[in-house]
C-alpha cells in the first residue's frame, strides 16, 4: 500500500518560519511545515503500513522500534527549538493528511499562540535527585555492621538489631534525601517561573546508580539558564550519599501537555 500519512512533531509560530532544508524525522522523510493563521506544525510523511493506528499499537512495544522513532522525534524537536519557539507534541502524533493538520491547528490556534507567547525565551531542566537507600531486606548486607552486636550473640536479638539498624539507616538516607529535595526548591526559586513534578523512576528506566527521589522539570528563562543549573549542582553539597542530575536545556516538553494533541488523535481520526 503506497498511502501515506502525517507525522507530526511540533507547533511553532508562522510569523518566522524556520529553515527546514535538510532536516530529516522518522523514518528518514524530510520534514516540511503546514500552516494555518498564526501557527504551523513540523510534519514529514510516514507509510501507513508502519504508522496506522493498528501498527503504532505494536510499534509502541517494539523497544527497538520505539528508540528510533523517539531518537528522530526528539532531533526534529531540538532542531526547531534552536531556532525559535517550539511545542513538542507527544510522540507517535499522526493524522490521516495535511487537512487534518490544518484542521487541528485551526481549532486550537488561539491556545497555541498562547502558549508560544509564554514560552518565548523559555527553555526546561530536569532536576532529579538519587539517594544511596541501604536495601530494607532483613537479609541484606548493610553498609557497616551494627556496631553494638558482640560476637556470638543470639541470632534471635542479632537478627531485630541487624533490622534496627538497617531501619535506622534508611531513615538517615531518606532525611538526607529529603533535605536534598528541600533545597533545590529553594534555589529554583526567583530563577525557575514553573515546575512540573514527574514520577521517580525505578528500575530499569533509572539507569544509574543510586535511588530516584526527585525527578522534577523547572521552566527557566533562558537567560538565567547558567545560574539556575550552577545552582542545581552545588543544591546537595555537603549532604553525604545524595546526588542532584540535572539535563538540559531542552525545549519545553513538560509544559505543553495541557494542549498538545496526543497519539490518539492519529490515523484512527475521522
Known amino acids: 500500500m503506497d498511502e501515506q500519512l502525517c507525522y507530526a512533531y511540533a507547533v511553532v509560530g508562522s510569523s518566522a518560519p524556520p529553515d ?3 532536516v530529516r524525522g522518522v ?27 493498528a501498527a503504532l499499537k505494536v510499534g509502541l512495544e517494539d523497544l ?33 493528511d495535511e487537512a ?6 485551526r481549532e486550537r490556534e488561539a491556545d497555541f499562540a498562547a502558549l508560544l507567547d509564554r514560552l518565548t525565551d523559555h527553555v ?39 533490622r534496627r539498624y538497617q531501619r535506622q539507616a534508611r ?17 529554583a526559586r526567583g530563577l525557575a517561573v514553573e515546575r512540573t513534578r514527574h514520577r521517580p523512576q525505578q528500575g530499569g528506566l533509572a539507569r544509574v546508580p543510586g535511588e530516584n527521589v526527585a525527578n522534577d522539570a523547572y521552566l527557566v528563562p533562558r537567560r ?23 539535563t538540559g536545556p531542552w525545549a519545553p516538553y513538560s509544559f505543553t501537555a495541557s494542549v498538545a494533541p496526543g497519539a490518539a488523535e492519529g490515523a484512527g481520526q475521522r
Open 64 to 96: 527497538e522500534w520505539l528508540e528510533a522513532t523517539a531518537r528522530a522525534h526528539h532531533s526534529v524537536i531540538e532542531t526547531l527549538a534552536a531556532h525559535t519557539t517550539v511545542l513538542p507534541l507527544r510522540l507517535a502524533t499522526v493524522y490521516l
Open 20 to 22: 527546514l532544508a535538510g
Open 27 to 53: 523514518a528518514g522523510a524530510p520534514v516540511t511545515l503546514v500552516d494555518s493563521g498564526a501557527v504551523a506544525a513540523a510534519i514529514s510523511a510516514v507509510p501507513w503500513e508502519g504508522f496506522s493506528e
Open 100 to 105: 487534518r493538520v490544518r484542521q487541528m491547528l
Open 171 to 187: 531513615e538517615d538516607a531518606w532525611r538526607v534525601a529529603e533535605e536534598a529535595v528541600r533545597r533545590t526548591e529553594q534555589q
Open 124 to 162: 526546561e531542566w530536569g532536576v532529579k535527585v538519587y539517594a544511596e537507600v541501604p536495601p530494607s531486606s532483613p537479609s541484606a548486607p548493610t553498609a557497616a555492621p551494627p556496631p553494638s552486636e558482640p560476637a556470638g550473640a543470639d541470632a534471635g536479638r542479632a537478627y531485630l538489631r541487624r
Open 224 to 246: 538565567l539558564s547558567e545560574e539556575f543549573r550552577t545552582r542545581m549542582l552545588h543544591a546537595a553539597d555537603g549532604l553525604p550519599g545524595v546526588r542532584v542530575d540535572v
